[in-house]
């Protein structure tokens, strides 16, 4: 089957979201609400075990802080404090302090002068994926693609692959004729579950993350002189400096 469209990831995928900005964020709205709550970089990486920010507060709470009473409102409460949290993240973003990961701008472009269709699908807000795609990319890139399926727009999350069918849906697209770009077991779980070949991007959190089946493995992918090791999937091949989307397309 051709290769008719790109189905993204965001968090870790685009870029190194996770560390760097949704955490400190998440911080940051804690130390305003007055909590003294501090998510360090080991603890945030067991909390991404679960998808969503406000499904990972609760899961903080029950895990690492079950004695703290939660108001009457609850649901409120969190959502709240969730949108705390997403304006700190899109201020970090508008400040420039989140870049894109190796690779990404260049497949990207490839990929439209391709004539290659576009999507994003993704657990993180609807405004975390405009303010990142504006400010790494510009304004403008946000039409680039045609579909983005974010947030809570299908009530189950990665890994579910509620928000994957949901975008090939939208598109009108058999999941044979896309490749999905992603970075963890949770969106390998969902990418493959809705039938998808899907690439991985590692990052610190998931280079130990049981990936099967995922198509290939990278490190990231790849600049010219910055050759991305192939992990899975390569027979010990390196992406070189060449055009990356025709390889993929020809796997």
């Not at 999937?233 to 060449?242: K, N, Q, S, T, Y």
């Amino acid at each position: 089957m051709s290769l008719q469209a790109l189905i993204f990831d965001v968090d870790g995928t685009l870029a190194d979201t996770e560390r760097d900005g949704h955490r400190p964020a998440f911080n940051a709205a804690f130390r305003e609400a007055g909590l003294d709550w501090e998510w360090d970089v080991p603890m945030y990486g067991e909390l991404l075990a679960v998808t969503g920010g406000k499904e990972r507060i609760r899961y903080y709470l029950e895990r690492f802080n079950p004695d703290f009473v939660l108001p009457d409102n609850a649901d409120a409460w969190i959502a709240g404090l969730h949108q705390a949290k997403t304006r700190h993240y899109v201020r970090m973003l508008g400040e420039g302090l989140i870049p894109l990961r190796p690779g990404v701008r260049r497949l990207i472009g490839e990929a439209r002068a391709a004539g290659l269709r576009l999507a994003i699908a993704t657990t993180t807000t609807p405004e975390n994926v405009t303010a990142l795609l504006s400010a790494t990319l510009g304004p403008d890139s946000i039409g680039w693609f045609e579909v983005i399926a974010a947030g809570d727009i299908v009530p189950k999350k990665k890994p579910d692959p509620a928000i994957y069918t949901w975008a090939l849906e939208r598109m009108g697209l058999a999941p044979e004729h896309c490749l999905a770009f992603e970075d963890s077991r949770n969106g390998v779980l969902s990418s493959t579950g809705a039938g998808l070949r899907t690439l991985v991007t590692i990052n610190d959190y998931t280079r130990d993350d049981e990936l099967t089946g995922a198509e290939l493995v990278l490190e990231h992918l790849g600049e010219p002189g910055e050759p991305a090791n192939i992990l899975f999937g390569g027979e010990g091949a390196r992406i070189v400096d060449m055009p990356f989307l025709r390889e993929l397309a020809a796997r």
